[in-house]
């Protein structure tokens, strides 16, 4: 087992190395403006890019060979980008010995990208866990409810309701409870609350986005847990608890509910991906200072360093994401030996 | 059975020769089936035709479909460029005028209402005759300039204490052939207890003269609250300087507020500032007008237009704020059609007129053959005799034209044109029978929101079904590579799919659009990249399945070659799970595309789905039909192709039934 984890964790860092490298070298192929404004401001940026070995400095610009010009004062400096290959050795350089991630060059100039994307990281994990930790008990007990009652009008009415929302685009729900909570009603504020706003406000600035991403993983929870216990419980053994005599409650509770759990576990932490990504719009409608809404604007303003790292920190929570996933089947049912041969 | 149980049956007595072999002397081959073979394909059929809520969406999706292609073939509006007259029309459908929905009307509330309107209280920017039935109209109060405001005054005041403020207004040009009055209506503020002394100052720029005169109003003992000073012409005309060439002057007025002492700011409610002509009330230069705002005084300038004249802070650091100023809103029922192609006047020519007299709309002589096309006073005639003879009561219904109560004869020209004042019915004027109506309302660019709607439904399903199809043969062609040989090739290939199905989706759909740019291939492209590993792994797991069974051992040790025993033998048993996840992957790659346009990287040039939607997304406050019948329609699409999809996948594995 712990041979498998390990040899997991290590293909997941390798997994992660290619992966990092291949969106390195394409973004770094995209020409980066650099930051608007002073002169000086721009001297940082490119003696910052020059010191990290993705820029060099040069001389003259005999033959045009320079791709940046910065006129200071009449004083010209001039710099032309190093070849990607090379920017690429350096940055590898720069990630190992510094953990230096690069500078933003449009949001918040010459800060560390690293640093901002830090700065947001907080909000939106906080949506998402919170949001994680509604929807897994009203799911779960949505879809017991569904599975027992099977074929009943309790049965149907669930069913529809998760066939839609699982079906509905995220967009479509804080959009459709925006429009009537918010601007139809007046009961909720129509954009995340800033800082400044009472206590009180804050929290119910909390209840779209909450509800915008619950209600899909509810969905699929509830129809989860709903396919597993269904099948289990027209499985053999529970027939013989049964028979030997226990009652319907305690055959679900001891036998049932306990076999459906198997494959719902893994499938919280799959869900948590699954919030993470559907966050981002939520963030960019909701007006949310979190991840998502920086990759938004980062990209809108060619800001490609905070891109760079905000798409790192996505790519890495994906990957051990999964990774818990596979780990999680072994840890909850015994009987499966991850990386066991046959 | 043992021996010893077989004895205790009775066997009973039978006939020898009844026991003769039906097929004695038969000879024996096969023999067709009697009943109907059936095939994978047609038992997975039969079964899924028994699933009503799949049959439901599967007929869903053909009509959303069937939309798709034939509303923009068929529907004449134009979706590509910008109508701003038809600007967020809402919903519409004729013949349901009177229900709640669709009816063409929105409800509007707290728009101000200017009460100068000669014909009674009117909305500002909205047409009389499409206001359906009262306005509700309230008292209000406003903080900003308006030229609809009344009453409230500007309160001036220092922003340090014991320091003086001055406040001085744009250019206003005067001409000084006319005798005007000032009026200056002030208060103090009460919580500062001190009436505040200040000076009134008119700086006067003379054409043709270089230095600015400054002629005082009332000087810096002023503090009373409100008083007139008659004349003041005569005292800027004192000031007159020799090379002035002309009385029409610019002028700024300006005041000063002096601090009172230690401890006072310099403050000042100015209530009114009225310059008035006592001897003209038809056209005067400055009319009483409140005030209103922090930094504008409203002046009228002649009867019917307002202009806003600015007032700065120009000695000292102060701030200026609006207390107290009225305003008067309303709610009411608005009809956007009726304002849009309803009645309205038009100014038409002779030749208009004429043409609608061919057409059979309207009646009036023809041209007298006595008369002269070129002559003033025969044209001038002809308009008299039109007019005489138009019956407005005798209009054909159907006519563009429904009055006419004027005319003009236009002499600039070779020859004289003659235009008649009309009130007509706009969309016949546009050549339509009946008022247009939008199903869907129309967008900020004044485009049918219905047919845009549609048009993107079909780039998105364009979308959706060609990168599926690139996808299933991508998919189908690696997973039957990696399933079939497995060993060191699927190891290979694994890796691959692990590292490719690593990268979040969002990650390389803004990577191929910020390097290739956003159109229709390039999405396509980006939709392909990684959207293939799921058909490919669910084709390798079928092809674990199936390549050990025992047919295709037979058909091994009968020599066939690996390409027989990969397309004839393990796919057609192993394409129902691949043919349902890749009809699941439709809505999956249409929600993608969408999501990147909310994203503000969505398609440019072909207007899809996502994209209409999302440029709709701002105006949810004001104009929420707009996302909602967009976002029904996707959500319709979405749930009917995943219903569609669960009922291809119970009946291609029944032994998955109810599970979902």
Redesign the interface.
């Known amino acids: 087992m712990w041979k498998y984890v390990l040899k997991r964790i290590g293909?997941i860092f390798l997994?992660?190395f290619?992966?990092l490298s291949?969106?390195f070298i394409?973004?770094k192929?995209?020409k980066i403006d650099p930051p608007p404004g002073q002169v000086q401001v721009q001297l940082a940026f490119f003696n910052d890019q020059v010191r990290l070995g993705y820029m060099v400095k040069l001389n003259h610009n005999i033959g045009n060979i320079a791709d940046y010009i910065v006129n200071d004062n009449g004083v010209y400096h001039y710099y032309r980008i190093v070849p990607v290959m090379q920017q690429y050795v350096n940055w590898l350089r720069n990630i190992f010995l510094e953990w230096n991630w690069g500078v933003s060059t449009q949001i918040k100039i010459n800060a560390s990208a690293m640093d901002i994307i830090l700065e947001q990281l907080p909000v939106t994990m906080r949506l998402n866990i919170i949001a994680l930790f509604t929807s897994v008990p009203v799911g779960f007990i949505l879809g017991i409810v569904a599975a027992l009652q099977k074929n009943r009008p309790a049965d149907h009415i669930i069913?529809t309701g998760?066939?839609?929302f699982?079906?509905?685009?995220s967009?479509?729900v804080i959009?459709?409870l925006?429009?009537t909570l918010s601007?139809g009603l007046g009961w909720l504020p129509?954009q995340w609350p800033s800082v400044q706003l009472d206590s009180t406000t804050k929290f119910l600035g909390y209840i779209i986005p909450i509800s915008a991403l619950s209600f899909g993983t509810i969905a699929g929870f509830a129809?989860y847990t709903?396919?597993e216990l269904?099948?289990i419980m027209s499985s053999e053994f529970l027939l013989l608890a049964r028979t030997k005599g226990l009652t319907k409650r305690q055959t679900v509770i001891r036998h049932a509910l306990r076999n459906s759990m198997v494959p719902i576990v893994p499938m919280i932490i799959g869900q948590f991906i699954g919030i993470l990504?559907g966050s981002?719009?939520l963030e960019?409608?909701y007006g949310i200072p979190g991840i998502g809404r920086l990759?938004?604007t980062a990209?809108?303003q060619k800001d490609y360093n905070v891109?760079m790292v905000d798409?790192a920190v996505?790519?890495m929570i994906?990957?051990f994401a999964?990774l818990l996933v596979d780990l999680s089947y072994g840890i909850v049912d015994p009987r499966i030996r991850m990386g066991a041969r046959k | 059975m043992s021996n010893k149980e077989n004895k205790d049956f009775i066997v009973p007595e039978v006939d020898k020769k009844d026991f003769v072999f039906v097929q004695q002397d038969k000879a024996i081959h096969d023999l067709k089936f009697e009943t109907k073979p059936t095939t994978f394909f047609k038992d997975a059929m039969r079964r899924f035709t028994k699933n009503k809520s799949s049959v439901a969406a599967t007929y869903i999706i053909g009509f959303l479909m069937i939309l798709a292609i034939f509303v923009p073939i068929f529907n004449p509006n134009d979706i590509n460029s910008s109508q701003n007259e038809l600007r967020f029309l809402p919903p519409r459908i004729n013949g349901f005028q009177n229900t709640a929905i669709f009816n063409g009307k929105e409800k509007i509330k707290g728009v101000v209402v200017d009460m100068n309107d000669p014909e009674g209280p009117l909305p500002v920017n909205y047409v009389r005759t499409a206001i359906v039935g009262d306005i509700e109209m309230y008292e209000s109060t406003i903080t900003s300039a308006s030229i609809y405001g009344r009453d409230g005054s500007v309160f001036l005041t220092s922003t340090n204490t014991n320091r003086d403020i001055g406040y001085r207004s744009s250019p206003i040009t005067v001409d000084l052939a006319n005798t005007y009055d000032l009026t200056i209506d002030l208060s103090a503020n009460a919580a500062l207890e001190v009436a505040p002394n200040y000076a009134f100052y008119a700086d006067v720029t003379f054409p043709g003269a270089a230095e600015i005169k400054t002629v005082t109003l009332f000087d810096f003992s002023s503090t009373f609250t409100s008083r007139s000073l008659a004349d003041i012409t005569a005292l800027i005309l004192a000031e007159k300087p020799v090379e002035a060439t002309s009385d029409v002057v610019s002028l700024r007025l300006r005041f000063h507020v002096t601090s009172q002492g230690v401890n006072h700011r310099a403050a000042l409610h100015m209530n009114q500032v009225i310059v008035s002509n006592p001897n003209d009330t038809e056209d005067v230069t400055f009319v009483p007008h409140n005030f209103v705002d922090g930094n504008n005084v409203l002046v009228r300038n002649g009867v019917a237009e307002l202009i806003a004249y600015t007032w700065n802070i120009i000695n000292g650091a102060g701030t200026t704020s609006l207390v107290n100023g009225k305003i008067t809103r309303a709610n009411f029922t608005y009809d956007p059609y009726e304002a849009a192609f309803g009645k309205r006047d038009m100014v038409l020519g002779l030749d208009k007129l004429e043409n609608y007299k061919r057409e059979g709309y309207i009646e009036f002589p023809d041209f007298p053959s006595n008369f002269s096309k070129s002559s003033v006073t025969d044209m001038e005639a002809y308009g008299n005799m039109i007019m005489a003879a138009f019956d407005k009561d005798a209009v054909d219904h159907k006519s563009p034209v429904v009055d006419i109560y004027g005319f003009s004869v236009l002499t600039n020209g070779p020859r004289p044109i003659l235009d008649f004042d009309c009130q007509v019915v706009y969309y016949r004027i546009l050549g339509r029978n009946a008022m247009p109506s939008f199903m869907f309302g129309t967008n900020q660019f004044g485009q049918d929101y219905f047919k845009k709607v549609f048009f993107g439904l079909g780039i998105s399903l364009l979308l959706g079904l060609l990168a599926a199809s690139i996808n299933i043969i991508i998919g189908l062609i690696w997973g039957s590579i990696s399933g079939y040989y497995g060993g060191g090739i699927d190891m290979l290939m694994e890796r691959i799919t692990?590292?490719l199905g690593?990268?979040?989706?969002?990650?390389v759909l803004?990577?191929i659009i910020?390097?290739l740019g956003n159109s229709f291939p390039v999405f396509l492209l980006a939709m392909v990249m990684t959207g293939w590993i799921g058909t490919a792994a669910t084709t390798r797991s079928q092809f674990y399945r199936y390549k050990r069974r025992e047919y295709v051992l037979a058909s091994r040790t009968l020599g066939a070659k690996d390409s027989r025993l990969i397309f004839r033998h393990i796919l057609p048993n192993s394409v129902g799970p691949i043919f349902t996840s890749s009809v699941l992957m439709i809505?999956g790659i249409i929600?993608a595309e969408?999501?990147i346009s909310?994203?503000?990287?969505g398609l440019q040039g072909l207007p899809s789905l996502g994209v209409s939607?999302s440029e709709s997304?701002q105006y949810?406050?004001s104009h929420?039909y707009l996302?909602?019948s967009g976002?029904i329609v996707?959500?319709l699409l979405?749930?009917s192709?995943?219903?569609f999809g669960n009922g291809l996948r119970d009946a291609f594995n029944p032994s998955l039934k109810?599970?979902?």
């Open positions: 293909l997994t992660a290619i992966i291949l969106t394409l973004m192929l995209l069913s998760v066939m839609i699982i079906s509905i685009p967009f479509v959009t459709f925006m429009i601007y129509t129809r709903r396919a269904t099948e990504s981002m719009i960019n409608l990759f938004v990209i809108s891109v798409m996505y790519t994906g990957l999964t | 692990e590292i690593g990268i979040p989706t969002i990650v803004t990577l910020l390097h809505p929600f969408a999501t909310y994203l503000g990287l939607l997304q949810i406050f929420p996302v909602t976002a996707i959500s979405m749930i192709f995943n219903l109810g599970v979902e």
